[in-house]
Nanobody, 123 residues
Framework: QVQLVESGGGLVQAGDSLRLSCAAS????????MGWFRQAPGKEREFVAA????????SYADSVQGRFTISRDNAKNRVYLQMNDLKPEDTAVYYC????????????????WGQGTQITVSS
């Protein structure tokens, strides 16, 4: 069992940066691939970024490639999402998720989810 708690969301202006943090409980955090997803009002949840259990491999959605960076610190049971050059279209609730398998772009393959943190980017 893994419990995930996101933090770091808020209201920012276009072009600003934010770093999201996801704190995980449990002693087996390092065995999980981790992902960030987001859901805007009226839209389906979409993949943002994922990282392997070791941190050696990452994946990004085309819409955030080059602007967002996912990382993890297994010693601290945390995964991060550094978001630079934020755009109004990045406005959404951002979710952290854990996957007992390999990193994936598919939400259905993740086993545990956080409650989400809101990011609003004004133009």
């Amino acid at each position: 069992q893994v419990q995930l708690v996101e933090s770091g969301g808020g209201l920012v202006q276009a072009g600003d940066s934010l770093r999201l943090s996801c704190a995980a409980s449990g002693r087996t955090f390092s065995r999980y691939a981790m992902g960030w997803f987001r859901q805007a009002p009226g839209k389906e949840r979409e993949f943002v970024a994922a990282i392997s259990w070791s941190g050696s491999s990452t994946s990004y959605a085309d819409s955030v490639q080059g602007r967002f960076t996912i990382s993890r610190d297994n010693a601290k049971n945390r995964v991060y999402l550094q978001m630079n050059d934020l755009k109004p279209e990045d406005t959404a609730v951002y979710y952290c998720a854990a996957n007992r398998g390999v990193r994936s772009v598919y939400a259905s393959q993740y086993d545990y989810w956080g409650q989400g943190t809101q990011i609003t980017v004004s133009s």
